[in-house]
């Protein structure tokens, strides 16, 4: 990650918002891999992954108005938001599941992993549960992002 970058400065503004929050939470997909070193050219957006009370909190307090709930083919939240006060759109997602051909996995990271964003703590699951939590979303993009990921080793 670059110093200044859209991604660093949406990264460090998440990390001082989230110190609000009560419960764990973790920055996942995309912006994770980077987190962990990859370096990505297509983080588009930071996806943050946080508990219903948290949500609603920092919803409230962020002025940010749930989204209706999407009938997405493969994602869901019981609360999704987005927060556009940073250089990049941050997606804030509790009760966050995924499809498979199994059914509905919530996601609920058993690791967290502190990274340093300019000062401030940024949580990630670890390298191989968040390699995992990729494949299992089964997307190419993922696929490959998980490939990324296991070649840091």
């Known amino acids: 990650m670059t110093p200044g970058s859209a991604l660093t400065l949406t990264l460090r503004a998440v990390g001082e918002v989230m ?5 764990p939470w973790w920055v ?4 994770a891999v980077a987190l962990h070193g990859v370096d990505l050219d297509d983080v588009a957006d930071v996806d943050v992954l946080l508990s219903i009370g948290d949500a609603r909190r920092l919803f409230a ?4 108005a749930p989204h209706p709930q999407a009938d997405h083919p493969q994602f869901r939240s019981d609360l999704f938001g987005t927060w556009m006060a940073a250089p990049l759109p941050v997606e804030l997602m509790a009760g966050f599941r995924y499809r498979t051909e199994h059914g509905w996995h919530a996601v609920r990271p058993q690791t967290r992993v502190a990274v340093d964003v300019e000062g401030v703590s940024v949580f990630v699951p670890d390298r191989a549960e968040l390699g995992v939590l990729l494949r299992d979303f089964g997307r190419p993009k ?3 992002r998980a490939a990324r990921l296991a070649a840091l080793v």
């Open 19 to 23: 110190q609000a929050a009560h419960d």
């Open 28 to 31: 996942i997909a995309s912006a």
């Open 61 to 64: 307090a962020l002025d940010i």
């Open 142 to 144: 993922d696929r490959v």
